[in-house]
C-alpha cells in the first residue's frame, strides 16, 4: 500500500506537480499567507464559524434551539472522532509524503514526518464543515467552502497528495452524517436538560429582554385601567 502514486504517469501525481507548481510560481510573501492559512488559518475560521453560529442560535431561541445546538456540538465531536479513525487507516495505508518520494516540489511546511494518507487537516475542516451543515444551512454552505480551499491548499503546500485530500473529506463527511443520527440522539437531551438549567441554560438560550417581562405584565394593567374607565362611564 504503500506504493501509492509512486509513478510519475500518475494522475493523482500530476494534479500534484500542476497544483503545486502555483506555489512555484507565485512571490515568497503569497507563500507564507498561504501556509498560514492552510495550518491554521481556515481551520480557525470554520471554527469561528461554529461559535458564531451558536451565538446567533442562543441569542434567537425558538423550540429548534435545544436540537441546533446539540448539532453544533456534533461538529468538533465528529471531527475528533473522524481523527481518531484515520490512525488505523495511516498505519494500514504507509503512504510517505510527497516530497519524500518526487522530486521538485515546493514544500511550504518543513517537518511533515507522518504518513500521507488520509490527511488530518482536511478530514477535520469537513467533519466541522458538514456537522455544521447538518445545524445550519447557511453557515454550513459557507464552512463547507472554506473546507474545499483547505483541501486545495494541503496540495499546493506539497504535503498531500489530492488523494488524500478526497480521503479526508470524505472521512469526515462519512463520520459527521452517518453517526449524527446517534449523536442527535444521545446530545439532544443533554442539551435540553441544559437548557432547563437556571445556572447553565444560557448556553442554549439567551434569556429575554427585561422589556418582554414588562411587556407581559403591562397589558394587564392597561386592560385593568381600561375596565375602569368602562365602570366610570
Same mark, same amino acid.
Given at each position: 500500500?504503500a506504493g501509492l502514486a509512486d509513478s510519475g504517469s500518475n494522475p493523482d501525481?500530476?494534479?500534484?506537480?500542476?497544483?503545486?507548481?502555483?506555489?512555484?510560481?507565485?512571490?515568497?510573501?503569497?507563500?507564507?499567507?498561504?501556509?498560514?492559512?492552510?495550518?491554521?488559518?481556515?481551520?480557525?475560521?470554520?471554527?469561528?464559524?461554529?461559535?458564531?453560529?451558536?451565538?446567533?442560535?442562543?441569542?434567537?431561541? #425558538?423550540?429548534? *434551539?435545544?436540537? =441546533?445546538?446539540? /448539532? !453544533?456540538?456534533?461538529? %468538533?465531536? @465528529?471531527?475528533? &472522532?473522524?481523527?481518531? $479513525?484515520?490512525?488505523?487507516?495511516?498505519?494500514?495505508?504507509?503512504?510517505?509524503?510527497?516530497?519524500?518520494?518526487?522530486?521538485?516540489?515546493?514544500?511550504?511546511?518543513?517537518?511533515?514526518?507522518?504518513?500521507?494518507?488520509?490527511?488530518?487537516?482536511?478530514?477535520?475542516?469537513?467533519?466541522?464543515?458538514?456537522?455544521?451543515?447538518?445545524?445550519?444551512?447557511?453557515?454550513?454552505?459557507?464552512?463547507?467552502?472554506?473546507?474545499?480551499?483547505?483541501?486545495?491548499?494541503?496540495?499546493?503546500?506539497?504535503?498531500?497528495?489530492?488523494?488524500?485530500?478526497? #480521503?479526508?473529506? *470524505?472521512?469526515? =463527511?462519512?463520520? /459527521? !452524517?452517518?453517526?449524527? %443520527?446517534? @449523536?442527535?440522539? &444521545?446530545?439532544?437531551? $443533554?442539551v435540553k436538560a441544559v437548557e432547563r438549567s437556571p445556572r447553565a441554560g444560557?448556553?442554549?438560550?439567551?434569556?429575554?429582554?427585561?422589556?418582554?417581562?414588562?411587556?407581559?405584565?403591562?397589558?394587564?394593567?392597561?386592560?385593568?385601567?381600561?375596565?375602569?374607565?368602562?365602570?366610570?362611564?
Amino acid at each position: 500500500m504503500a506504493g501509492l502514486a509512486d509513478s510519475g504517469s500518475n494522475p493523482d501525481v500530476d494534479l500534484l506537480y500542476d497544483i503545486n507548481g502555483l506555489a512555484k510560481a507565485a512571490p515568497p510573501w503569497f507563500d507564507r499567507v498561504m501556509e498560514y492559512v492552510g495550518e491554521y488559518g481556515l481551520l480557525l475560521a470554520i471554527v469561528l464559524l461554529v461559535v458564531w453560529c451558536w451565538w446567533s442560535v442562543r441569542r434567537r431561541g #425558538g423550540e429548534d *434551539a435545544a436540537s =441546533t445546538v446539540a /448539532a !453544533l456540538a456534533w461538529a %468538533p465531536l @465528529a471531527a475528533g &472522532l473522524a481523527v481518531l $479513525v484515520n490512525v488505523p487507516i495511516r498505519g494500514f495505508v504507509e503512504r510517505p509524503r510527497p516530497f519524500l518520494d518526487h522530486q521538485g516540489l515546493e514544500v511550504l511546511v518543513q517537518g511533515k514526518t507522518d504518513y500521507s494518507f488520509v490527511s488530518d487537516h482536511a478530514t477535520i475542516v469537513m467533519a466541522l464543515a458538514v456537522g455544521l451543515f447538518v445545524a445550519h444551512r447557511r453557515f454550513g454552505l459557507v464552512a463547507l467552502v472554506l473546507a474545499l480551499f483547505g483541501g486545495f491548499i494541503r496540495v499546493y503546500m506539497g504535503v498531500h497528495y489530492p488523494t488524500d485530500v478526497v #480521503g479526508g473529506f *470524505a472521512l469526515g =463527511t462519512a463520520v /459527521a !452524517l452517518l453517526l449524527s %443520527p446517534v @449523536a442527535m440522539a &444521545l446530545l439532544t437531551p $443533554v442539551v435540553k436538560a441544559v437548557e432547563r438549567s437556571p445556572r447553565a441554560g444560557w448556553l442554549v438560550r439567551a434569556a429575554g429582554p427585561a422589556e418582554d417581562e414588562d411587556d407581559a405584565v403591562i397589558p394587564e394593567s392597561r386592560d385593568e385601567r381600561a375596565s375602569e374607565r368602562d365602570l366610570a362611564a
